[in-house]
């Protein structure tokens, strides 16, 4: 109950602030023109883990940020910010460099302006990283639960 209602607030805030936490249109549009590839299941191993760190991080980041506890929120922004990164010629596509890059460098936004303890600064850096997660999960999760959720919808074929 805590949590919905400090999201709650910190959606409003959000909401109240120049930008949207959506992606922009070129964000949108550069994550629909990524192309599915095939990674191998060591890829597969290390993003799985990545993404169950980074789930933990940011739902305490969010509580974090939205309770302006600076010195919380640093340090789950720092912990983005340091996690390991696939190299370049293991990522599935070529754009998800890219947004590996620039949530490194809004991770490291939201440190600094945590840093600064200044609400307006922590409110866009963490916009920013928002869509950046937004962008990344638009451009690879959602395609992979669509194409999960087909798999368990088709039928095996019967004789």
Do not use: W
Not at 36 to 49: C, N, R, S, W
Not at 113 to 125: D, F, G, I, M, V
Not at 142 to 155: I, M, T
């Amino acid at each position: 109950m805590r949590l919905l209602a400090a999201l709650l607030c910190f959606t409003s805030v959000l909401a109240s602030a120049q930008e949207s936490v959506f992606p922009t249109k070129a964000e949108k549009k550069m994550a629909r023109i990524l192309e599915q590839q095939l990674v191998t299941g060591e890829v597969k191993t290390f993003l799985k883990a990545k993404m169950k760190l980074h789930n933990k991080d940011m739902r305490d980041l969010v509580l974090a940020v939205a309770t302006l506890k600076y010195d919380e929120a640093r340090r789950y922004a720092q912990g983005i910010a340091n996690s390991p990164r696939l190299a370049e010629e293991n990522t599935p596509a070529p754009a998800f460099k890219i947004l590996q890059d620039n949530l490194r460098k809004d991770a490291n936004a939201v440190v600094a302006a945590c840093e600064k303890k200044n609400p307006e600064e922590l409110s866009e850096a963490f916009d920013s990283m928002i869509a950046t997660c937004m962008s990344c999960h638009n451009a690879y999760l959602v395609p992979l639960r669509e194409q999960k959720s087909a798999e368990k919808g088709a039928k095996p074929a019967t004789k």
